[in-house]
């Protein structure tokens, strides 16, 4: 894939400015940690994936300077840039497994001189780079089986390469399917507020050369209803041990939309977007942001000053509206993701 989502480079994080695109193709580099959150929390970088790549980077980011006389100084330090991390955006689970992953890496070389565990720490977060592009790959393999000849697919948000460290989930399945020379066409979901459908995915699929159609959100039912869906296909922020699935806000819709409709419903994820902590999706924690994103598009008001608003930025759709969840371990329904443990 030649779009760089986020990479290490040198002593610094580098990400390219998704708020930018797809007008510009603008990379920014991050050298502390402050304003790396600032970047998350702006959604400059975002994508379940991404973000648990982002935040491995981050806590480097934010330890790598520590003067921290002893361990346990320094692990105190660790934690307390964990903390600081997880505090930018609360649904993705990735972004607590990839403080998680830190952590136990700092653990695991605890007995080493201070430098050394830094050196550990910039060590897992390469690791888990790598392991994102390759589980990327491993589950369009998986997922591009369910593409058929004269598929029309709809997707909401980006869930591609523009989400992960590359390649993508839900996008990834249909980079593979075109690799293999199947035939098929999608219809983007615009995805208000922030439009990631719009600006990210309309732009990568035809950065891919994929037949993409832009579609408002609220069009989705007219065009189901015409029969010219055959698949959903989505990424995921959060799935529970019972299948419940976030995503960003609108997938709900989209999955009662395609029950309706009689139309399959997959959810494209990682392992590490399943959060064998938490038994059901009422439980996931939805990120609310600031209604100043409904009110205007992209700087512009588009709603009378003062109007009330609510923001919820993800949505859960239940277990019993997806047809099938794909991982790099192979495709299970949603009652069974638990077993994957
Ligand atoms: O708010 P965002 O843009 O970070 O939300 C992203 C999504 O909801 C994606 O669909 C999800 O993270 C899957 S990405 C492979």
Redesign the pocket.
């Given at each position: 894939m030649s779009i760089q989502t986020i990479k290490w480079h040198g002593n610094s994080v580098k990400i390219i400015d998704q708020t930018l695109l797809p007008g510009k193709v603008v990379y920014l580099e991050f050298r502390d940690v402050k304003s790396f959150w600032q970047a998350i929390k702006k959604?400059q970088v975002?994508?379940?994936?991404a973000?648990g790549v982002a935040a491995a980077y981050g806590a480097y980011l934010g330890i790598k300077g520590s003067r921290a006389k002893d361990h346990k100084a320094f692990m105190r330090e660790l934690d307390g840039m964990i903390r600081f991390i997880g505090s930018a955006?609360p649904t993705?689970v990735n972004l607590f497994w990839g403080l998680a992953r830190m952590k136990a890496a700092a653990g695991r070389n605890k007995d080493k001189p201070i430098p050394r565990i830094k050196e550990a720490l910039l060590g897992e977060a390469h690791k888990i780079y790598e392991e994102d592009r390759a589980i990327c790959r491993k589950m369009a393999d998986h997922g591009a089986r369910l593409i058929k000849n004269g598929d029309v697919i709809l997707t909401?948000?980006?869930?591609?390469a523009l989400?992960?460290a590359d390649y993508?989930?839900?996008l990834g399945v249909m980079y593979r399917a075109k690799e293999k020379g199947k035939k098929f066409r999608v219809y983007a979901d615009e995805t208000r507020p922030?439009l990631?459908g719009a600006r990210l995915t309309a732009w990568e699929l035809m950065h891919e050369g994929i037949d993409v159609t832009l579609i408002c959100d609220n069009m989705a039912a007219h065009v189901m209803g015409l029969g010219k869906v055959t698949k959903v296909i989505?990424?995921?922020?959060r799935i529970t041990r019972n299948g419940d699935t976030a995503?960003?806000i609108g997938t709900y819709g989209v999955a009662v939309l395609a029950k309706y409709h009689r139309i399959p419903f997959y959810v494209v994820?990682p392992v590490s977007t399943i959060d064998f902590n938490m038994a059901r999706g009422g439980s996931i924690p939805i990120e609310e942001r600031h209604g100043g994103e409904i009110t205007t598009i992209r700087g512009n008001m588009i709603a009378p000053k003062g109007v009330k608003t609510y923001c919820p930025?993800?949505d859960v759709t239940p277990a019993g509206l997806i047809t099938a969840i794909v991982t790099e371990k192979g495709v299970f329904k949603p009652g069974e993701i638990k077993k994957i443990r």
């Open positions: 959604l975002r994508g379940a994936p973000l955006r993705a909401h948000c980006n869930a591609g989400a992960t993508g989930t839900a922030l990631q989505v990424g995921a922020d995503n960003k994820a930025a993800f």
